[in-house]
């Protein structure tokens, strides 16, 4: 079992930044592949970045150039750095983990409770 929690969501303006963090508990072999999600009502959850326990990294074409995923496995955190913020980046984010490489599909086992991101123009 793995327990995540997200925190740093928040609002902010065109153009601005926010850090996303994910503290993770529980068994550490199962969160051998991570990723942050975003979800906004009537869409399909979405990939953003992904992550695994050698560093490789995926992200979505969306974000690429703008936002950095990253891992500390000492500190048991996922964090998830976002700059140049758009209004379509507004979503609900959440932090996931699995022992299995699912890439950007939502299909991993274990998630958090998610924090809004909310960007204005």
């Known amino acids: 079992q793995v327990q995540l929690a997200e925190a740093g969501g928040g609002s902010v303006q065109s153009g601005g930044s926010l850090r996303l963090s994910c503290a993770v508990s529980?068994?550490?072999?199962?969160?051998?592949?991570m990723g942050w999600f975003r979800h906004t009502p009537g869409k399909e959850r979405e990939g953003v970045a992904t992550?695994?326990?050698?560093?490789?990294?995926r992200y979505a074409v969306s974000v690429k150039g703008r936002f950095t995923i990253s891992r500390d496995n000492a500190k048991n955190t996922l964090s998830l750095q976002m700059n140049s913020l758009k209004p379509e980046d507004t979503a609900m984010y959440y932090c996931?983990?699995?022992?299995?490489?699912?890439?950007?599909?939502?299909?991993?086992?274990?998630w958090g409770q998610g924090t809004q991101v909310t960007v204005s123009s």
């Open positions: 996931a983990a699995d022992r299995i490489d699912w890439s950007l599909q939502p299909r991993y086992t274990y």
């Open positions: 529980g068994d550490t072999y199962s969160n051998s592949y």
């Open positions: 992550i695994d326990h050698y560093g490789y990294i």
